[in-house]
């Protein structure tokens, strides 16, 4: 099968572009016929405003290279992972001219909300869930700026009038929680396909001998950071905590280092690195207190046999399965964090079959194969005219 893979990648490397670069190499391993058809937002650096904003609306050079594709290598299905802000939904259309079906992975809330997160304020916000994203743009809501923000709320309004999303022949939530919002804004469910993220190559289960707790993330106020380092305050050295990532909150972090017994900040590390931590640690924290779309660490944890601490809301409440491959606490709450990292410690046996189940639970829904068996599901259907 002929596929084209597009895809928009954001200033900083992040999880969205690992995703891509997974299911491309999958598509070309088992015998596919993939172009992978790359953009990259650092081309807008240096254009004025007035073109900047032209281009998320609709991007004409986008569209005459997705189509120009379309002639050339002829394929059977577009595959959109991102097109914000550079490529522009301007692509769906491309492909529609020359009769290509198209798919869209919902890696996020873009289509949605205007920041993407359903967060403001350190707390969830729906606000414009279901309706014209006005309020957003009037809070500022995109990078803090109006400006920005009413250049992303008229993207939405403007190819909602298109109809450039009744265009798209299906949608692909990463998660039952994510399928649920984008049917609550009025997105036909029969064109939402549930398919998560997946780890590939299988790094296998590591042995957690390291006796430490890791937190692998960007370093901003929705990962619940604020939450990870006053829970640790609490425990008062009680268990070794390694962060891993990088972000507008490093200063905290590197601050709390020396104060907060056993607290060790080590940066950002590669996938690899990120790895082997995993292979050795107790268990993952996550304490993100937004709406997660399929976050690659959980997955990752999983493949490594990692039992996870997660905030009990949204995808990352439906991916972890309280007391069996980790242990829920009230989302923002450091107190309830401190005393399930203390159940955890005194509870080895526990911790120890939570490990099994979670590397059963990765071999059940996120291997490799398991996602390609899921895509070719998907991609047939869409061919076949079907749902």
Not at 270 to 276: D, G, H, L
Request: hydrophobic share 40%; aromatic share 10%; with cysteine.
């Amino acid at each position: 099968m002929r596929i084209l893979q597009l895809h928009t990648h954001y200033q900083q490397p992040g999880g969205e572009d690992q995703s891509f670069a997974a299911e491309v190499a999958l598509l070309r391993e088992r015998g596919h016929q993939v172009q992978a058809l790359t953009f990259h937002n650092r081309d807008l650096e240096g254009l004025p405003p007035w073109a900047q904003a032209t281009n998320t609306l609709w991007n004409s050079r986008v569209y005459r290279k997705v189509w120009e594709a379309m002639r050339d290598f002829r394929p059977a299905i577009l595959h959109v992972h991102n097109t914000f802000p550079l490529a522009s939904p301007a692509v769906v259309h491309a492909a529609k001219a020359e009769g290509v079906p198209v798919v869209i992975t919902l890696h996020n809330y873009r289509l949605l909300c205007v920041n993407a997160l359903f967060f403001r304020q350190r707390q969830v916000c729906e606000d414009c869930l279901g309706r014209l994203p006005w309020r957003g743009m009037v809070r500022g809501c995109y990078r803090d700026s109006r400006a920005a923000s009413a250049v992303v709320a008229g993207m939405l309004a403007f190819h909602r009038m298109l109809g450039t999303w009744e265009k798209v022949d299906r949608f692909l939530a990463l998660t039952e929680f994510a399928k649920s919002r984008f049917v609550a804004a009025g997105f036909p469910p029969e064109r939402i396909v549930v398919k998560p993220n997946f780890v590939h190559p299988d790094p296998g289960p590591g042995q957690g001998r390291g006796g430490y707790a890791l937190f692998v993330g960007r370093l901003t106020p929705e990962k619940g950071v604020e939450t990870l380092l006053q829970a640790w305050s609490r425990l008062g050295g009680k268990v070794p905590l390694k962060v891993v990532g990088d972000g507008p909150l490093r200063p905290r972090v590197e601050a709390a280092v020396g104060r907060l017994p056993g607290l060790e900040y080590l940066g950002p590390k590669s996938p690899s690195e990120v790895q082997a931590l995993m292979g050795e640690a107790a268990f993952l924290v996550f304490p993100s207190e937004w709406y997660e779309g399929f976050p690659r660490v959980l997955v990752e944890a999983f493949a490594s046999g990692l039992p996870i601490l997660v905030a009990s809301m949204g995808s990352q409440g439906e991916i972890v399965e309280h007391g069996r491959t980790g242990l829920h606490f009230r989302p923002g709450d450091p107190e309830d964090l401190a005393e399930k990292v203390e159940w955890l410690l005194t509870h080895p046996e526990e911790l120890k079959r939570m490990r099994r189940e979670a590397r059963a639970e990765f071999e059940a829904k996120y291997t490799a194969e398991r996602n390609y068996e899921l895509l070719m599901e998907i991609y047939r259907q869409v061919l076949e005219g079907k749902g």
